[in-house]
């Protein structure tokens, strides 16, 4: 069998003002969908990152696939990130998401690249095989896998424009009292077990109270985390942290409160110095398995959040659980805006890492119907889980009109990047910058 085709679809879908401190979501998120075609007549997919960039990535990369084997997936590996001379510092370890937009970071889109062709072609052996990617990859641990109500402060507005606007479900979402009305709703419509408070957006003891009033309301059964994407200093990381030594225990943490792993190891330091045990967690210190070392050689980390997309697919996710796992190290999973296909991706992947122990951000219910592009539209949770379809490969299949459709809504958008500050400053303060630790 070989590959003998691939089709780049870039899309835009529908997004809610949200915020954190990289600045505002705009009225649309950009993703591709990927379609690799073989000899055989099967078609395997994937959805990784949007815009001018990532789909530069994948086109330049077309030469090296088409015609190749589709189980050869470790020759790829090889291949599509093997050291350039222009890129000592990805293979230095010096990836990081610190200062620039998730999905932009030219260091390490080599990773992303293959991510998103492995997933195609772990689809097409799935069906070739007639058994579901998370067995192609090693096996099953678990049938259905588990996801966190990923909670936003918001601006009003559902997302879209003018007559493409989406129903605004949670309304503006700008202090405690109305996140824990929106994670109300998230529970009655998912089940979601577990809670995750996107933080660094307003003064940090707004954000204390936000998360005293969330476990006020759902008790401890609900593990509780909160992630400022590095806004804190270390002196505001720790107050945070001491404000919330019980709620962030028993399961939760405390995720990227300051930049840099040795921010967070003088946060662990100095917390546990006041007899403080505080799970710490990173997807922006941490992106990286060499960093993954250094972060357990300082204690800056004690809970990876790994995420097939960008850290090397699929099968890199299960060599990640296995590592922490070694290194005594707990391992959750990362999301960024998504549709139906990344998010099966993700289950997948969780279903197949044995280490996964935490439920797994998702963005999901931040976009509509209205936007699938997976025949039969939403993936459905049951009790906050993602079911692991009785069917071959990714188990789900594109729907080719609304693929069309979110093309068009791409093409009629002026921008190719996602660039949270700009829509800050359109939106809210015209003055507005990113400034990191803003507390
Ligand atoms: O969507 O604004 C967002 C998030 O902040 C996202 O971009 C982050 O990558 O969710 C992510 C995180 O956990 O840091
Ligand atoms: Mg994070």
């Given at each position: 069998m070989q590959i003998s085709e691939i089709r780049l679809h870039p899309i835009a879908i529908a997004d809610a003002p949200l915020r954190s401190s990289y600045g505002r979501h705009a009225p649309y998120a950009l993703r591709t969908i990927v379609e690799v075609k073989t000899t055989d007549g099967i078609t395997g997919i994937s959805e990784t990152y949007g815009g001018d960039r990532p789909?530069?990535?994948?086109?330049?990369?077309?030469?090296?696939?088409?015609?190749?084997?589709?189980?050869?997936?470790?020759?790829?590996?090889?291949?599509?990130?093997?050291?350039?001379?222009?890129?000592?510092?990805?293979?230095?370890?010096?990836?990081?998401?610190?200062?620039?937009?998730?999905?932009?970071?030219?260091?390490?889109?080599?990773?992303?690249?293959?991510?998103?062709?492995?997933?195609?072609?772990?689809?097409?052996?799935?069906?070739?095989?007639?058994?579901?990617?998370?067995?192609?990859?090693?096996?099953?641990?678990?049938?259905?896998?588990?996801?966190?109500?990923?909670?936003?402060?918001?601006?009003?507005?559902?997302?879209?424009?003018?007559?493409?606007?989406?129903?605004?479900?949670?309304?503006?979402?700008?202090?405690?009292?109305?996140?824990?009305?929106?994670?109300?709703?998230?529970?009655?419509?998912?089940?979601?077990?577990?809670?995750?408070?996107?933080?660094?957006?307003?003064?940090?003891?707004?954000?204390?109270?936000?998360?005293?009033?969330?476990?006020?309301?759902?008790?401890?059964?609900?593990?509780?985390?909160?992630?400022?994407?590095?806004?804190?200093?270390v002196e505001t990381s720790c107050h945070v942290g001491r404000s919330l030594k019980e709620e962030l225990s028993d399961g939760g943490y405390l995720e990227d409160p300051c930049a840099e792993l040795a921010g967070m190891a003088e946060v662990r330091r100095l917390l546990a110095a006041e007899g403080i045990d505080m799970a710490m967690g990173s997807n922006v210190a941490v992106t990286c398995f060499e960093q993954v070392v250094e972060a357990k050689r300082l204690d800056a980390v004690q809970v990876v959040l790994s995420d097939p997309h960008y850290w090397g697919g699929v099968r890199a996710l299960r060599r990640l659980s296995d590592l922490c796992e070694t290194l005594g190290m707990g391992v959750s999973m990362h999301s960024n805006n998504h549709l139906g296909v990344s998010l099966m991706t993700m289950a997948h992947a969780a279903a197949a890492a044995p280490h996964v122990m935490y439920a797994c951000d998702t963005h999901y219910p931040w976009q509509t119907e209205q936007d699938e592009i997976i025949v039969g539209g939403r993936v459905k949770f049951h009790e906050g889980c993602v079911r692991i379809p009785d069917k071959p490969g990714l188990g789900v299949d594109l729907d080719y009109d609304q693929i069309e459709r979110c093309k068009r809504v791409y093409e009629g958008l002026t921008y190719r990047k996602r660039d949270d500050e700009a829509e800050m400053r359109q939106h809210v303060d015209p003055n507005w910058k990113r400034v990191l630790p803003r507390w």
């Amino acid at each position: 069998m070989q590959i003998s085709e691939i089709r780049l679809h870039p899309i835009a879908i529908a997004d809610a003002p949200l915020r954190s401190s990289y600045g505002r979501h705009a009225p649309y998120a950009l993703r591709t969908i990927v379609e690799v075609k073989t000899t055989d007549g099967i078609t395997g997919i994937s959805e990784t990152y949007g815009g001018d960039r990532p789909l530069a990535a994948l086109e330049a990369a077309k030469s090296r696939i088409i015609g190749m084997d589709p189980f050869r997936l470790a020759e790829l590996w090889r291949d599509l990130t093997a050291p350039q001379p222009d890129q000592a510092e990805a293979v230095a370890g010096g990836r990081t998401q610190t200062w620039l937009v998730p999905g932009e970071n030219p260091l390490d889109q080599n990773a992303r690249t293959y991510a998103a062709y492995e997933v195609a072609c772990l689809d097409i052996i799935g069906k070739a095989t007639g058994q579901p990617v998370c067995e192609v990859i090693g096996g099953r641990v678990r049938d259905e896998v588990s996801f966190s109500a990923y909670l936003f402060y918001k601006h009003g507005g559902g997302g879209g424009i003018g007559a493409d606007a989406r129903e605004d479900e949670y309304g503006e979402c700008l202090d405690a009292k109305t996140i824990v009305q929106q994670c109300r709703e998230f529970i009655r419509k998912y089940g979601f077990k577990e809670i995750k408070l996107k933080g660094g957006v307003l003064d940090p003891d707004i954000e204390i109270e936000t998360i005293r009033a969330l476990r006020e309301e759902f008790g401890p059964k609900y593990p509780l985390r909160i992630d400022p994407n590095c806004a804190w200093s270390v002196e505001t990381s720790c107050h945070v942290g001491r404000s919330l030594k019980e709620e962030l225990s028993d399961g939760g943490y405390l995720e990227d409160p300051c930049a840099e792993l040795a921010g967070m190891a003088e946060v662990r330091r100095l917390l546990a110095a006041e007899g403080i045990d505080m799970a710490m967690g990173s997807n922006v210190a941490v992106t990286c398995f060499e960093q993954v070392v250094e972060a357990k050689r300082l204690d800056a980390v004690q809970v990876v959040l790994s995420d097939p997309h960008y850290w090397g697919g699929v099968r890199a996710l299960r060599r990640l659980s296995d590592l922490c796992e070694t290194l005594g190290m707990g391992v959750s999973m990362h999301s960024n805006n998504h549709l139906g296909v990344s998010l099966m991706t993700m289950a997948h992947a969780a279903a197949a890492a044995p280490h996964v122990m935490y439920a797994c951000d998702t963005h999901y219910p931040w976009q509509t119907e209205q936007d699938e592009i997976i025949v039969g539209g939403r993936v459905k949770f049951h009790e906050g889980c993602v079911r692991i379809p009785d069917k071959p490969g990714l188990g789900v299949d594109l729907d080719y009109d609304q693929i069309e459709r979110c093309k068009r809504v791409y093409e009629g958008l002026t921008y190719r990047k996602r660039d949270d500050e700009a829509e800050m400053r359109q939106h809210v303060d015209p003055n507005w910058k990113r400034v990191l630790p803003r507390w």
